[in-house]
Nanobody, 122 residues
């Protein structure tokens, strides 16, 4: 069982930056691939980024490549999403996610956080 709690959301102007963090509970955190998804109002939840259990592999959606960076610290049971050059279309609720399978994590997840709102004003 993995419990996930996100933090770091907020309001930022276009072109600005935010850093999201996700704190995970459970002694098996380092066994899980971790990821971020987002859901804008009236739209389906979409994949943003994922990182393998070791941190050696990362995956990003085309819409955020070159702007967002995912990282993890297995010693602290945390995963972060550094978001730069934010655009109004990045506005959404961002969810931290975990799954034992890093490839499946780009579509589904076994565990989800409660979400944190990111709003980018133009």
């Amino acid at each position: 069982q993995v419990q996930l709690v996100e933090s770091g959301g907020g309001l930022v102007q276009a072109g600005g930056s935010l850093r999201l963090s996700c704190a995970a509970s459970g002694r098996t955190f380092s066994s899980y691939a971790m990821g971020w998804f987002r859901q804008a109002l009236g739209k389906e939840r979409e994949f943003v980024a994922a990182i393998s259990w070791s941190g050696s592999s990362t995956y990003n959606a085309d819409s955020v490549k070159g702007r967002f960076t995912i990282s993890r610290d297995n010693a602290k049971n945390t995963v972060s999403l550094q978001m730069n050059s934010l655009k109004p279309e990045d506005t959404a609720v961002y969810y931290c996610a975990a799954d034992i399978n890093e490839f499946r994590l780009r579509r589904l997840a076994s565990y989800w956080g409660q979400g944190t709102q990111v709003t980018v004003s133009s």
